[in-house]
């Protein structure tokens, strides 16, 4: 975990310089992804902006994010914090949106929510002359493709896109996080309620990890029966529907 610290840190650093940027900004939520990605933006000495962007969020989220700031900005000089209260924001265009009966409503507002604290993490940036910092892992931006397009996955840099969330809990025990952040059930807030990733997955990430694995060594649903199977088409379901987030946006190529 030393020399994964290590080659992350190294390599953001090295980005931010090579881009000439002033600093990194990086989004807050309470989760190991956010709290794992910030302490290592932290050890790069760069200036470090951390965002809290709540949207009628759950309070166990809010507190776990303040205890992770207050964490940061306690071992590192280089950190500094933000809260923009994003509810109102997200009642006014509810409240300008027409009526709808639709079963997508509810994931479109989440998605939604996600936009907006994406917004606001680009507003600072360029106020700043930051770059955002990305939170995603790979069993979500490239096995499951759990997150919102142009919310969570509109960022500048992924330093832990290449590590399994497993992993990334590894590496949050090596950078002593808060424990009632490793503890927590992964969630990604959206809702405005308690309901986990799992609950939405309908699978563990090591379950899904574990499909992710399978798959990359070219093995089908009828290798499996049982819950294994089960998981294995969950994975499969998932990682099909959401190409059109892990693949370049298609372009018309015009024949000239």
Same mark, same amino acid.
């Given at each position: 975990m030393e020399n994964i610290a290590s080659q992350i840190v190294h390599w953001i650093k090295t980005y931010a310089e090579n881009a000439r940027v002033k600093g990194l900004v990086i989004g807050v939520s309470g989760g190991v992804d956010s709290a794992v #990605?910030?302490?290592?933006?932290? !050890?790069? &000495?760069?200036?470090t902006l951390c965002l809290e962007m709540p949207i009628h969020q759950a309070e166990s989220h809010v507190s776990r994010a303040q205890e992770h700031i207050a964490f940061l900005k306690a071992h590192y000089p280089n950190v500094s914090d933000l809260r923009t209260d994003l509810t109102p924001v997200f009642d006014q265009f509810v409240a300008q949106i027409p009526?709808?009966?639709?079963s997508t409503y509810e994931m479109a507002l989440a998605n939604t929510r996600a936009r907006l604290r994406m917004t606001t993490l680009y507003y600072f940036a360029g106020l700043e002359g930051y770059i955002v910092v990305g939170t &995603?892992?790979?069993i979500e931006d490239f096995g499951v493709g759990f997150f919102t397009k142009y919310g969570d996955g509109g960022v500048d840099i992924s330093p832990i896109a290449d590590l399994m969330?497993? /992993?990334?809990y590894q590496l949050g025990k090596y950078l002593q996080i808060p424990q009632s952040i490793l503890k927590a059930k992964p969630s990604d807030g959206l809702f405005g309620d308690d309901r986990s990733d799992e609950d939405q997955l309908k699978a563990s990430y090591d379950e899904l990890e574990w499909a992710m694995l399978q798959t990359d060594q070219g093995k089908k649903a009828d290798d499996f029966s049982g819950r /294994? !199977? /089960? #998981?294995? /088409?969950?994975?499969? !379901?998932?990682n099909r529907a959401n190409q059109h987030k892990m693949q370049p946006i298609p372009i018309c190529k015009i024949d000239k």
């Open positions: #990605v910030s302490t290592l933006c932290a !050890r790069t &000495g760069l200036p009526p709808t009966d639709k &995603g892992n790979k969330k497993s /992993e990334v /294994e !199977r /089960e #998981v294995f /088409e969950i994975y499969t !379901r998932l």
